[in-house]
């Protein structure tokens, strides 16, 4: 007994020696697979710096880094907050299945979905903010023109926009929208399905009320909504893409675009912003799921006759049987166009001002 030591001695060498051997192993492992970029940035750098532009070289790291860690957390909040609200509204995710495997008669009448359900929703979160972070991150080029952009006094004949918004707005507008509308199918994708099967299971066990079928139809509608609007906005920025469609005689706009596929975008446009008004009514009154079914309908009917089959069919039949005298004036803004931006180069090219 008198020769038990009091406190027994833990020796954390070895400790500190496999916290030292995983530490080496990350920083290998990291030059192995970035160090010719390290190695690449650094010398970029260095010949930056020798000819007096070391802030434009940086300037790109500085926008990339400040556009992840924007889009970052943009992503992960308009991805995580919703399902906030969709707890709220179907509390039946996030309640634990309490059971005795002696009591269970079917396998069906376990609700699993709470057992993933709330780390599957910070995965989610967190890998939509990583991958929106990354893609967005790599777009610096565009966003630096845009913060940069100045007007070039010069309007196009169909929109009357300036050309600059053209080269250096629109792209970055199209980049953002893009984001959201990828943002918004996979919120309506996960709370169609989480909604889906909180609907299924109680339909399963026997239990599925009035209340139930309401409140997931609701949330639904609520991410139908979302979706809608921003397919609205896509579609409104839709049209300025006609400026670049290519045709038989010349690239852009022709008369049909101008007089009947325009007019059946900007149709669309009015048709999902009322959609989404519909929806937004439909998750706090009628909480129904045939008004969103119906009104999907119709936006799909309308869309595919208003941009393909009325464009195709006047063409074909109006257009298309003295298609240079109407598409003449057309012709001559592509001319004026291309002479202007000729006039420009050639300016340019002698230090004209």
Not at 56 to 82: C, D, E, H, N
Not at 176 to 192: C, D, E, K, N, R
Request: charged share 20%.
């Amino acid at each position: 007994m008198d020769d038990d030591p009091l406190f027994k001695v833990t020796d954390i060498k070895p400790r500190k020696r496999r916290l030292g051997l995983i530490i080496g192993v990350v920083v290998v492992l990291a030059l192995f697979l970035f160090g010719s970029q390290l190695l690449n940035i650094y010398i970029d750098a260095l010949w930056f710096k020798a000819v007096g532009y070391s802030k434009v070289y940086w300037y790109k790291f500085r926008l990339g880094g400040l556009l992840f860690l924007a889009f970052f957390v943009a992503s992960f909040l308009i991805t995580r907050v919703p399902f906030f609200f969709l707890n709220k509204v179907l509390p039946e995710l996030t309640e634990r299945p309490k059971f005795r495997i002696s009591s269970v008669e079917d396998i069906r009448e376990l609700n699993f979905l709470p057992l993933i359900y709330r780390p599957g929703v910070w995965v989610l979160a967190a890998a939509v903010a990583l991958l929106s972070a990354i893609s967005m991150s790599q777009e610096w080029p565009q966003f630096a023109l845009y913060l940069h952009s100045q007007p070039a006094q010069v309007s196009d004949p169909i929109f009357g926009r300036d050309v600059s918004f053209y080269l250096f707005k629109l792209p970055v507008v199209e980049l953002v929208v893009g984001w959201l509308q990828t943002i918004s199918v996979v919120m309506l994708i996960a709370i169609g399905a989480a909604s889906g099967y909180v609907w299924y299971f109680e339909k399963v066990r026997g239990t599925l009320t009035a209340d139930i079928r309401r409140r997931a139809t609701s949330a639904i509608s609520l991410a139908a909504a979302f979706f809608a609007l921003v397919l609205a906005v896509g579609t409104y920025l839709d049209r300025f893409d006609l400026l670049h469609d290519r045709h038989d005689l010349f690239t852009g706009i022709d008369y049909t675009d101008a007089n009947v596929r325009l007019m059946g975008l900007n149709a669309v446009v009015g048709l999902l912003l009322i959609a989404a008004i519909v929806a937004v009514a439909n998750a706090f009154f009628m909480k129904r799921l045939r008004p969103l079914i119906s009104v999907a309908a119709v936006v799909v009917v309308v869309w595919v006759l208003a941009v393909g089959v009325i464009p195709g069919t006047f063409h074909s039949f109006s257009v298309k049987p003295n298609e240079l005298a109407k598409e003449a004036a057309f012709i001559d803004h592509n001319i004026k166009a291309t002479r202007s931006e000729a006039h420009t180069d050639r300016s340019g090219d002698r230090g004209e001002p």
